[in-house]
């Protein structure tokens, strides 16, 4: 079993930057680590994942303004966001894949508002 918590969260001004930071506990191996957030109303989305070979994903939406990374031997994943938007307001949730066992983990959720 794995676990992960996430940490990073906040509250943070248009065009601030904030850092997302998930560990996970276990060993992870070949797999996918991502980040999902989910605004009020609306369906939990794909924001960024990253293979253990390092190969990001981004969605359109923050293209250009989040950086996703891993520490494979950590067991950590990322999320640097910069430019953020009021948009951007949602609770974010760490994901990992785990390919071979075909295993699928998730993180408690950290709050992010970007607001005047």
Avoid: H
Wanted: glycine share 12%.
């Amino acid at each position: 079993q794995v676990q992960l918590v996430e940490s990073g969260g906040g509250l943070v001004q248009p065009g601030g930057s904030l850092r997302l930071s998930c560990a996970a506990s276990g060993s992870i191996g070949l797999s996918v680590m991502g980040w999902y957030r989910q605004a009020p109303g609306k369906q939990r989305e794909l924001v960024a994942q990253i293979f253990n070979t390092g190969n990001p994903y981004y969605a359109d939406f923050v293209k250009g303004r989040f950086t996703i990374s891993r520490d494979n031997d950590k067991g950590t994943v990322f999320l640097q966001m910069n430019s953020l938007r009021p948009e951007d307001t949602a609770v974010y949730y760490c994901n990992v894949r785990k390919l071979l066992a075909r295993q699928e983990f998730w993180g408690q959720g950290t709050q992010v508002t970007v607001s005047s």
